[in-house]
T-cell receptor, first 109, second 113 residues
């Protein structure tokens, strides 16, 4: 079993829909990262969380440390949100990053 | 613009050759990470440097080596290249010795023919 599991692997939705991507992990962490990789390849850090909730524009990230679970939400989704969303955790034991496999999101107009 | 600069952006070379990829981290960031991403694959962690010292090693082949210089830029050397080394190589930086927020370069696309 992978230490970081993302679901779903693939998600296709219509423009305007509310999107949720989930990330579960099995190790103790110091922080959790959400990143976005566009089809062109560029990777952008969206959030770094160690507790609670963060919001940036239409993006919201939450983390439940007790349940070892994080969610990334996109409100009023738009075709430009189409990308791969990656969850990664900083392991508390050695601070190394453990990467999820990514969620490929397609938003159709 | 993340502030992380990678050169070259594209590189085409032949099997058996040696290449060097360069990364300049964001101003003030002490940690540099190298990742490999093959076609339609996830990011594979290669190696991390913090303030000139190797901090963590991932699935880095013996044919590959890296270093971080006193000015904090880093180089990834790939030698005896094989077709399977064709990939996007990303550099990322963060402020601390542990992983703070990550800032990625645009990547260097290596094609081995």
């Amino acid at each position: 079993k992978n230490e970081v599991e993302q679901s779903p692997q693939n998600l296709t939705a219509q423009e305007g829909e509310f999107i949720t991507i989930n990330c579960s992990y099995s190790v103790g962490i110091s922080a959790l990262h959400w990143l976005q990789q566009h089809p062109g390849g560029g990777i952008v850090s969206l959030f770094m969380l160690s507790s609670g909730k963060k919001k940036h524009g239409r993006l919201i990230a939450t983390i439940n440390i007790q349940e070892k679970h994080s969610s990334l939400h996109i409100t009023a989704s738009h075709p430009r949100d189409s990308a791969v969303y990656i969850c990664a955790v900083s392991a508390k034991s050695n601070y190394q990053l453990i990467w999820g496999a990514g969620t490929k999101l397609i938003i159709k107009p | 613009d993340s502030g992380v600069t990678q050169t070259p952006k594209h590189l085409i070379t032949a099997t058996g050759q040696r290449v060097t990829l360069r990364c300049s981290p964001r101003s003030g960031d002490l940690s540099v990470y190298w990742y490999q991403q093959s076609l339609d694959q996830g990011l594979q962690f290669l190696i991390q440097y913090y303030n000139g010292e190797e901090r963590a090693k991932g699935n880095i082949l013996e044919r590959f080596s890296a270093q971080q210089f006193p000015d904090l830029h880093s180089e990834l050397n790939l030698s005896s290249l094989e077709l399977g080394d064709s990939a996007l190589y990303f550099c990322a930086s963060s402020a601390g010795g542990w992983t703070g927020e990550l800032f990625f370069g645009e990547g260097s696309r290596l094609t081995v023919l």
